[in-house]
């Protein structure tokens, strides 16, 4: 069974700085994906970003980056330049390639973006 | 940009009634999912479905819990008679192909359902 685990359940950050939201993973499949996905206050899951686990090259989306370290089971997210907007729970997970797979999530960040 | 519905927002019902939660996934997607997120919990995977079968379903989706596609653009979750434990949001997502991203799954913005 796969895990994912979030250690850090809140962070804040000021507006316009950079800030890193941590996640680790146990499996033992060797093809896989990594999602960010973001949970403003409406609670829409949204989609952040995705990392294709056999590609080395870490994913980008304008402000937000990926470091993803295979051999450490680690996916962490950097938002730089912060915005207000970017206040929401952000949840990693984890999805064995396929299709029609089950995504399984971490416990959650709350991050708060200060102005 | 297409998106994944869901309705109702909102559903408030009494312990023991049958509630059906409805979606429509993006047009041209094959794989349909159903989560649930208890308040201040993590999202946990219900079912997945595909080829109007059941794919994979995690423990939570007893015969309590069933799925369909009536047609070919809705996609339901049917709780047949519902307990207090029930009460969560309820999130459908819907995944490929498209764009050659057929393993993103997009999630609709949910149902809370609320059992008396």
Redesign the interface.
Known sequence: AQTVTQSQPEMSVQEAETVTLSCTYDTSENNY?L?W?KQPP??????VI?QEAYKQQNATENRFSVNFQKAAKSFSLKISDSQLGDTAMY?C?F?I????????????TQLTVLP | EPEVTQTPSHQVTQMGQEVILRCVPISNHLYFYWYRQILGQKVEFLVSFYNNEISEKSEIFDDQFSVERPDGSNFTLKIRSTKLEDSAMYFCASSGPLAGRSDTQYFGPGTRLTVL
């Open positions: 994906y999602f996905y409406s609670r829409q899951m949204i989609l995705r949840f997970a999805m390639s396929g299709s029609a797979r089950q995504l399984t999530f971490g416990s959650g």
